[in-house]
């Protein structure tokens, strides 16, 4: 072509420098945009994100960097609320009627799960009772399945820390862990009194 060898080189390792500092500059990108999401978009959203501030690359690029950078976006599966069944509320009354003032302590309780997802081993849940009298938490379980004995456990550690009174209220959701029989009969010893949410009604 009538090139001397030298200029050859010397546009080739120029080029060569240039992808270098390029990938540079978007690998740092790339990491400003993960950090930001705290580490929850993947290739996709941050070539998006990339696009929308002005450095349009391929989503496949993205991921290859991403690949090099040896970071990944951080799934966090849905729960399937399909495992906590309600049961039908005939004969499980409302007894506090949305009114959550207590005048005393152990007058009225709650309880209520919390489902929590771990990266090692999935969901994992909380089972917890609170005094709406200081709203504080009283009696708290926590493991890897959402069972009976789970609420079971919340409600033996309430009434150990800080015990019960006759004729008191526990209010709950129908949750098949609420209404079991374990618990149903845990509350009748206790004699405590039942109290359910209605469908559609959060207390």
Known sequence: MGIHH???YYHKNNKTNRYKENNKELDKK???IYTESKRRYG???????????????????VARRMRKLGIRSIVVKKYNYAENKRVDDTNKPNLL???????????????DITYIYTKEIGWTYLA????LYDLKIIGYSYGKHMTANLVIQALNNAVCNVGIE???VFHSDLGSQYTSND???LLKTLNIKHSYSKKGISI
Do not use: F, H
């Open 128 to 131: 917890i009772v609170m005094d």
């Open 43 to 61: 290739s996709p959203k941050i070539q998006k994100v990339l696009a929308s501030k002005g450095t349009k690359t391929s989503q496949k690029r």
């Open 30 to 32: 790339i990491l400003e």
């Open 183 to 185: 618990y149903e009969e």
């Open 166 to 168: 006759e004729g008191m």
């Open 97 to 111: 009627e949305q009114n959550l003032n207590a005048i005393k302590s152990k007058e009225k309780w709650v309880g």
């Open 6 to 8: 030298s200029v050859y």
